[in-house]
Nanobody, 113 residues
């Protein structure tokens, strides 16, 4: 059974940074693409960024140049470095493994002064 566990969310001031982590278990992580999504209250879940097995990435327009995804296959972990955070980045962030349609429980990110 594939499990994804996010961590690293919290409260940060505008302009600040956070790094989210997503630890995967129950599968050979290195074989699969991974993604980060987010959902703000009253909005649909949206793609933040996607990373392919070979490392290619696709970022949502609203986070380009500010967020960076990376993966450590030895640790079965994917990271999301978020810089220059804005209040509109406030949302629950979810890790996703598309091949199994697996989702983590989400981690809250709040950007506020």
């Amino acid at each position: 059974q594939v499990q994804l566990v996010e961590s690293g969310g919290g409260l940060v001031q505008p302009g600040g940074s956070l790094r989210l982590s997503c630890a995967a278990s129950g599968t050979n992580f290195s074989r699969y693409a991974m993604g980060w999504y987010r959902q703000a209250p009253g909005y649909q879940r949206e793609l933040v960024v996607y990373i392919a097995v070979a490392g290619g990435t696709k970022y949502g327009d609203s986070v380009k140049g500010r967020f960076t995804i990376s993966r450590d296959n030895a640790k079965n972990t994917v990271y999301l470095q978020m810089n220059s955070l804005k209040p509109e980045d406030t949302a629950v962030y979810y890790c996703n493994l598309p091949y199994y349609d697996s989702w983590g429980q989400g981690t809250q990110v709040t950007v506020s002064s």
